[in-house]
């Protein structure tokens, strides 16, 4: 005859026990989207929209090769 095992309790069921973030886990990423957010806002800092028009017609040759390869 086997004898009983007895396992620990698994982790979530267990209570009393606080989960605490890092500082820099929320502050990080709250840094991260008010940056980008800033970033978008901001048209003026867009200097590369009126860069050389080599670089845009290199990505309309692109995008043409590669919706031409999908057919």
Not at 52 to 61: C, I, M, Q, S, T
Request: aromatic share 6%; no cysteine.
């Amino acid at each position: 005859m086997s004898a009983p095992t007895h396992t620990p309790p698994h982790p979530a069921t267990r209570r009393g026990v606080e989960t605490r973030l890092p500082w820099w886990a929320l502050v990080l990423p709250a840094l991260a989207f008010a940056a980008l957010l800033l970033l978008i806002l901001n048209p003026a800092d867009a200097h590369a929209a009126g860069a050389d028009p080599a670089v845009g017609d290199l990505f309309e040759r692109v995008q043409q090769i590669v919706l031409n390869q999908g057919s």
